[in-house]
């Protein structure tokens, strides 16, 4: 009787749940079927930042850690972090004998200015089947440093914290 007692208790509790919740919503994270926000928000988890330091852009990037690095060794100003349909790039230009910044760029692509500050900007858009959000910081008189988060469309809810932290992206 009481090893019944013990198997038939859970059931009961879930039971009354149930009843206590009516018709309530389930959380996203139970919902049994996943949209593509839903499967790249649980992928994402709770995320911490990574430190990596580049050689070739002379700078620490502390990049948040469900990305993996990318080597590229023909790209010499450029290092990506990247993760499925995510992507983070970070650019330095340099600004001697250059016509255009990566801001310009893609300002001339029809980036839409979002924000700008003393020594910042940032800008949003789409390229082809791709949404970008990025800042663009100007170190000094010589150097830029572009952030470019890169996701498709239907992530834009899943990767809101990400825009958060490049947003808040700041050259050490």
């Known amino acids: 009787m009481i090893n019944g007692l013990k198997v038939l208790m859970p059931v009961l509790l879930c039971a009354l ?31 911490d930042l990574t430190r990596y330091h580049s ?21 010499t100003s450029q290092e990506l972090f990247v993760a499925d349909d995510v992507s983070i790039s970070v650019i330095v230009d340099s600004l001697t004998g250059m016509n255009y910044s990566a801001g310009q760029q893609m300002m001339g692509m029809g980036a ?4 700008v500050g003393d020594d910042y900007s940032i800008l949003a858009g789409m390229e082809e089947k791709w949404e970008y959000y990025s800042k663009v910081i100007d170190v000094d008189s010589t150097r ?18 990400i825009r958060e932290w490049v947003s808040n992206f700041e050259v050490k």
């Open 144 to 161: 830029v440093v572009t952030i470019m988060l890169r996701y498709y469309p239907e992530h834009g809810e899943a990767v809101e914290p």
């Open 112 to 115: 839409d200015l979002v924000d």
């Open 17 to 47: 749940l149930v009843v206590a919740c009516g018709g309530q919503q389930q959380p996203k994270a139970y919902v049994s079927e996943l949209t593509s926000d839903d499967s790249l928000t649980i992928r994402m988890g709770q995320w």
């Open 55 to 75: 050689d070739k852009l002379g700078m620490d990037i502390n990049y948040p850690s469900f990305l993996y690095h990318q080597e590229m060794p023909s790209e």
